[in-house]
């Protein structure tokens, strides 16, 4: 059993930084790939970025643009996204996720090619 509680969220305006965390508890939580994804109102869930299952290699979806970066503290089991130069469609419900990857750079691009666990979600909204 797997669970995820994300924090962090908040209102910020363009150009300011968030950093959302997210608990993870599980047995043998280093055997799950993890990430954060995002869902704008209309819109279809996406990938923001992941990392491997063991803490190994961070893959970002194409809308970071390198302003975000994602960090695992494997001795806390807290998986982190760190914002920068935050934009307006940046707004969404960002999400914690788990899955046992078969591919974890699939996975980023394709949410639902994984079998997904995931966190309740925490708002993010950028105002201009």
């Known amino acids: 059993q797997v669970q995820l509680v994300e924090s962090g969220g908040g209102s910020v305006q363009t150009g300011g930084s968030l950093r959302l965390s997210c608990v993870v508890t599980?047995?043998?939580?280093?055997?799950?790939?993890l990430g954060w994804f995002r869902q704008a109102p209309g819109k279809e869930r996406e990938g923001v970025a992941a990392?491997?299952?063991?803490?190994?290699?961070?893959f970002y979806g194409d809308s970071v643009d390198g302003r975000f970066t994602l960090s695992l503290d494997n001795a806390k089991n807290q998986l982190y996204l760190q914002m920068t130069s935050l934009k307006p469609e940046d707004t969404a419900m960002y999400y914690c996720?788990?899955?046992?990857?078969?591919?974890?750079?699939?996975?980023?691009?394709?949410?639902?090619?994984?079998?997904?666990?995931w966190g309740q979600g925490t708002q993010v909204t950028v105002s201009t």
């Open positions: 599980a047995a043998a939580a280093n055997t799950y790939c």
């Open positions: 990392i491997d299952a063991y803490g190994g290699s961070t």
């Open positions: 996720a788990a899955a046992q990857c078969v591919s974890t750079v699939g996975w980023v691009h394709e949410p639902q090619s994984e079998a997904n666990i």
